[in-house]
């Protein structure tokens, strides 16, 4: 099977969920027959459905997917139960979405498209001729990346866009790392027991008697993945819980503390939070040595953005009459003052110095490839398409002022994942929800 590699224009857990839908669908294997003598509704989200018949397909494609992770399987019943409030969950954040505002335009969702289909080396038709094998369509594909698109925009508007960093945290940051020394990075899986805002003392307790379960059977020798698919009701629960590495700066401090102590294998405690209780399983760890220097390259560009007026081959077709003049004595600042679209354009398109991962992985390998003075050929990026050339490179230490960012980028993740958490739970508990029986 070919790997779907993370497209860098979806957040995390809601990107995780997109791409196992596309490794589901490329995956090479015919769909199993599943016989429904009738599709009946099964939930109600505030004015929309949940068919049966939804939730059996939700259900076949996860039962492709443990299985491919030699995950055992649970109960179809209780894994079915677990999907349905994911479901539930998605179907609530899409139409809040929806009902505040945010749309996506069909050309992002063309996009988006494009994109999957040069990470798994094809092109758009053989995507299609792939899909349509399978039994599935192009349309499916086009509604799911809509859907989760609709949630990223609505995350980016309602938490991201509202994090805030002080001065302070910075600084605060900065003197925790240095007593601590190198920070340790963490490989960890994590099962989430939500607990409803606003919940009763009776419900905590119910929360807290189940997660209590949960962890006495880890204990006892149960697969976490197993109990993760079963029993955690976090976005991916069905990846085994799967967190990867994160480093401990980059983690609730509630996480952090929790994992610290532990060896690889082992099961933290219980853990209570504002979302509700956690269950942490270290997988690995190791030492993050701070780089003393990074290469850095000073770079400018020209941007043509691609819209409904302007076609990707039209900003292609403009870019390279632009690099002809170029080449023929041209000066640069003054094409990217008067073609480009990027807010640079104003200084002649200069970046100044830019850092490794800086910029978004598509500009950063063309920049890279590029000698000094060098001038690149269009290069396709989200946001557009750019002509680049690189000035000059040096090797430059860590300044205090990287390292300032460099804590803001981590208190801002860490505080934007917690804020999601509490914000996703908040658009599920004030949704109308209807449960109807399975069978």
């Known amino acids: 099977m070919k790997t779907i590699e993370r ?28 016989v429904v003598q009738l599709n009946y509704i099964v939930a109600v989200v505030n004015d ?6 939804e939730l059996t397909k939700r259900y076949l494609e996860t039962e492709k997917a443990l299985a491919r992770q030699n995950t055992p399987l649970p109960p179809r019943n209780v894994i079915e139960k677990q999907l349905l409030e994911r479901m539930i969950t998605e179907l609530a954040l899409q139409q809040h979405a929806r009902n505040t505002g945010v749309r996506v335009d069909p050309a992002q969702v063309e996009r988006a498209i494009q994109r999957i289909a040069e990470q798994n080396k094809m092109d758009v038709p053989t995507l299609q001729a792939t899909l349509e094998r399978q039994g599935q ?26 994090v805030t960093v ?22 960890f899986s994590h099962i989430l027991i939500t607990t ?11 929360r807290r008697a189940r997660a209590d379960d949960v962890h006495a059977q880890l204990e006892k020798g149960a697969d976490f993945a197993q ?54 399983r270290l997988n690995d760890k190791r030492g993050l040595d701070a780089a003393l220097s990074v290469t850095q390259t ?14 990707e081959s039209d900003a292609r077709s403009r870019l390279l009459q632009i690099k002809e003049r170029l080449e023929n004595g041209a000066k640069f600042e003054e094409l990217a003052r008067q073609y480009s679209d990027d807010g640079s354009a104003s200084k002649g398109g200069d970046l100044g110095w830019i850092n490794p991962g800086d910029t978004v992985p598509e500009f950063e390998r063309a920049m890279d490839e590029l000698k000094p003075g060098e001038i690149s050929q269009p290069v396709r990026s989200p946001f557009g398409l750019h002509l680049i050339q690189v000035l000059e490179r040096r ?45």
């Open 166 to 187: 002080s001065d302070a945290e910075i600084e605060g940051y900065l003197q925790t790392k240095a007593q601590q020394g190198a920070e340790t990075e963490y490989n």
């Open 227 to 280: 109990l993760s698919a079963s029993s955690s009701d976090a976005p991916n629960a069905m990846q085994g819980g799967a967190f990867g590495w994160r480093a401990s700066g980059k983690m609730p401090a509630l996480f952090a503390d929790a994992l610290k102590p532990l060896q690889p294998g082992q099961i933290s405690p219980v853990l209570k939070s504002s979302n509700g209780f956690h269950i942490l």
């Open 298 to 311: 000073h770079a400018r560009h020209i941007l043509i953005k691609t819209n409904e007026l302007t076609s």
């Open 395 to 439: 090797d430059q230490d860590v300044t205090q002022e990287r390292q300032k960012l460099q804590a803001r980028q981590a208190i801002r993740e860490r505080k934007a994942e917690e804020a999601f958490q509490d914000w996703v739970r908040q658009i599920r508990d004030s949704a109308y929800v209807e449960l109807r029986p399975l069978d």
């Open 137 to 162: 369509s192009m349309d499916s594909m086009r509604a799911t990346i809509r859907n989760e698109l609709l949630i990223a925009r609505a995350r980016e508007r309602d938490v991201d866009n509202r």
């Open 48 to 53: 929309e459905v949940i068919t049966r018949q």
């Open 7 to 34: 497209p860098e224009w979806l957040r995390p857990h809601w990107a995780l969920m997109l791409l196992l839908v596309v490794a589901l669908l490329l995956s090479g294997q015919p769909a199993r027959a599943e």
């Open 196 to 206: 409803p805002e606003n919940a009763s003392p009776e419900q905590i307790q119910a």
